[in-house]
């Protein structure tokens, strides 16, 4: 049975090898539809590993207050249906004097600049760097943790200390890998004492997340000063079964803040962590689809052309398979010998396809700075899909192939 099984594979391979151009271009046919699949599949992969681990550290018991809601009702031409005020300092102080919820933490802050130039001694950075005015509780709310050093403390804030808290790029960089920790950094003239590094967050959609320095939100105030700032309010509930109640005292608090009537809408967003990665993960979704619209109309193209090349091959080897008849070959090893042809080049174009969507997906994520993970799931569809291609277009042809009268066949011409 073995050797019998052994001489279809090789007699498999030489006619592929007979017909190389035909078996190439069908071949990359199946290849171009696995490689839509497995290429987009991929990259929607890493962009969504990139987004939950951005997200996971600020876990299911977080929610901001913010200026709008994530998704923003529009008009036509673009402009926004309602516009909110923004989130000025005396109400985010007002928030966090007034909101008395049991187990919860509030944090507040700002960004004052994107394009600061930090110096220390003689070097200094681009003009690129975040300074991001906090208080005592962002580390914990945004789920940030410390390579190095210490937190921003009560008294930090309360007595507006000049000290700062580095993203990881500064130890690298600036300090020329010795510990920036004790030392003495200066930001728009005014001098900070380093006492903490943060652990390395990597960048998201080009936004450089290990590029910021955190200062005390007063300290920070004092040094940023033009109109219009918009300040940031996070909760941190200590029970997930709180969250509803939680959420609804900020609401009230914040409502009672802006002196808003009962019957008045609210003019500002309140946002969870883990609904605003659902919402993302709804939008990915539609990519998903996408890659399954073209990979399946791509395949199914290639499948038509893999049985017709089939096809084409029982009938150019019609006589092949009288004599192979004539000699006592049975309708079962004639049909496994041109069903295993069809398996063969199914699985080389799916393999290519694989390889090809591997390096599209890896490609795209280094490009865009997505965590690239190995898409699994993926290369398991696309196998399956490949398989189950070589037995709808082989099945026909090797039916074809075993059904041919041997009498016929030695007199075909």
């Not at 190439?24 to 987009?40: E, S």
């Not at 967050?201 to 200062?215: E, Y």
């Not at 700032?229 to 409502?255: C, H, L, P, W």
């Amino acid at each position: 049975m073995f050797p019998l099984f052994k001489e279809n594979i090789r007699i498999a391979f030489d006619s592929i090898k007979s017909q190389l151009l035909r078996t190439i271009l069908t071949v990359m046919i199946i290849a171009i539809g696995i490689t839509a699949l497995v290429g987009i599949l991929s990259a929607v992969s890493a962009l969504e590993n990139t987004i939950s681990s951005d997200f996971a550290s600020m876990g299911a018991n977080t929610f901001n207050l913010q200026r709008y809601e994530f998704t923003t009702q529009t008009r036509g031409g673009g402009q926004r249906e309602k516009v909110n005020p923004i989130i000025t300092y005396r109400e985010v102080k007002n928030f966090k004097e007034n909101f008395s919820y049991p187990l919860t933490q509030a944090s507040i802050s700002f960004t004052g600049t994107s394009n600061a130039e930090v110096k220390y001694e003689n070097e200094k950075t681009d003009p690129e760097v975040s300074i991001v005015g906090v208080n005592e509780n962002y580390l914990s709310n945004s789920g940030l943790s410390l390579e190095e050093g210490r937190e921003l403390n009560y008294f930090d804030i309360q007595n507006n200390n000049n000290v700062a808290i580095l993203g990881a790029d500064f130890a690298e960089g600036l300090f020329k890998n010795t510990s920036p920790v004790d030392k003495t950094i200066s930001v728009r003239g005014v001098k900070f004492q380093v006492i903490g590094i943060l652990e390395s967050k990597g960048s998201t959609f080009g936004n450089n997340q290990d590029l910021r320095v955190l200062i005390p939100i007063e300290r920070a105030r004092s040094m940023f000063t033009q109109p219009n700032i918009n300040y940031n309010i996070s909760v941190k509930v200590g029970d997930k079964e709180m969250m509803e109640g939680a959420q609804s005292e900020a609401i009230i608090t914040f409502r009672n803040i802006r002196g808003l009537n009962p019957v008045e809408e609210n003019n500002f967003g309140m946002e969870r962590s883990d609904d605003l990665l659902n919402r993302i993960f709804s939008i990915t979704s539609y990519l998903n689809i996408a890659a399954w619209i073209i990979s399946i109309i791509t395949i199914f193209g290639s499948s038509i052309a893999l049985m017709n090349i089939m096809l084409v091959s029982v009938t150019e080897r019609t006589r092949e398979i009288g004599i192979r008849k004539a000699l006592g070959a049975k309708k079962g090893t004639i049909a496994t010998q041109f069903f295993m042809e069809t398996l063969i080049i199914g699985q080389i174009g799916g393999i290519l396809g694989i390889l090809l969507g591997i390096l599209i997906g890896y490609g795209v994520s280094s490009a865009a700075d997505f965590n690239f993970v190995t898409p699994w799931k993926a290369i398991l569809w696309a196998t399956g899909i490949t398989i189950l291609v070589a037995i709808l277009a082989g099945s026909y042809p090797a039916n074809k192939a075993a059904k041919q009268d041997p009498i016929d066949s030695l007199h075909y011409e």
